[in-house]
T-cell receptor, first 116, second 117 residues
Framework: GAGVSQSPSNKVTEKGKDVELRCDPI?????LYWYRQSLGQGLEFLIY????????KSGLPSDRFSAERTGGSVSTLTIQRTQQEDSAVYLC??????????????FGAGTRLSVL | AQKITQTQPGMFVQEKEAVTLDCTYD???????LFWYKQPSSGEMIFLIY??????QNATEGRYSLNFQKARKSANLVISASQLGDSAMYFC??????????????FGRGTSLIVHP
């Protein structure tokens, strides 16, 4: 597709269950970012992939969160043993390259996660 | 300390008038980039405008312009001739070199803009 695609668009789960969120970046984009946006808040950085380099995981809030990027393209964010405070919109973005400069991030529509 | 400060949680403007959304930033780097994004109720973040720290002229993109005052560390977004479709959340963001050498953009909390007919 032409843009960043995220699935599912909505996910309702029970506390304690694991969830997987998918991001399909724009073809050819080497940089991929995951953010979390809680209601009425800005974007909280979670993890960043750049090409074949080791990901920057400095924003992951706990060891229940993990992410991988296969073949330099599709990424999956996994949340294990979900908690109610994990409820948020999870946004994925990609850019042509990482680094400083006008490397515009293109965002997906997000996955709204609700943990009951 | 917050890297990006947006002091206006909500703004109202009359259709066809101009509006300024404030953004101040904090960095000790000489090389950095500033971005503005729009997030309508649909949720998708839309890139509006970019200003590099070494750019001498203020960035402009159609009805959007960035009032960049480097010494004051401010990067205000000016929307001219507001339209009803401009009603959305607006986020200011900065990309700088972080201590680990990465370039993760930092976002402000956003300003909600409502355009009245």
């Amino acid at each position: 597709g032409a843009g960043v695609s995220q699935s599912p668009s909505n996910k309702v789960t029970e506390k304690g269950k694991d969830v997987e969120l998918r991001c399909d970046p724009i073809s050819g984009h080497t940089a991929l970012y995951w953010y979390r946006q809680s209601l009425g808040q800005g974007l909280e950085f979670l993890i960043y992939f750049q090409g074949n380099s080791a990901p920057d995981k400095s924003g992951l809030p706990s060891d229940r969160f993990s992410a991988e990027r296969t073949g330099g393209s599709v990424s999956t964010l996994t949340i294990q043993r979900t908690q109610q405070e994990d409820s948020a919109v999870y946004l994925c973005a990609s850019s042509l390259i990482g680094g400083i400069g006008k490397n515009i991030q293109y965002f997906g529509a997000g996955t709204r996660l609700s943990v009951l | 300390a917050q890297k990006i400060t947006q002091t206006q949680p909500g703004m109202f403007v009359q259709e066809k008038e101009a509006v300024t959304l404030d953004c101040t930033y904090d960095t000790s780097d000489q090389s950095y980039g500033l971005f503005w994004y729009k997030q309508p109720s649909s949720g998708e973040m839309i890139f509006l405008i970019y200003q590099g720290s070494y750019d001498e002229q203020n960035a402009t993109e159609g009805r959007y312009s960035l009032n960049f005052q480097k010494a004051r560390k401010s990067a205000n977004l000016v929307i001219s001739a507001s339209q009803l479709g401009d009603s959305a959340m607006y986020f200011c963001a900065m990309r700088e070199v972080l201590s680990g050498g990465s370039y993760i953009p930092t976002f402000g909390r956003g300003t909600s803009l409502i355009v009245h007919p």
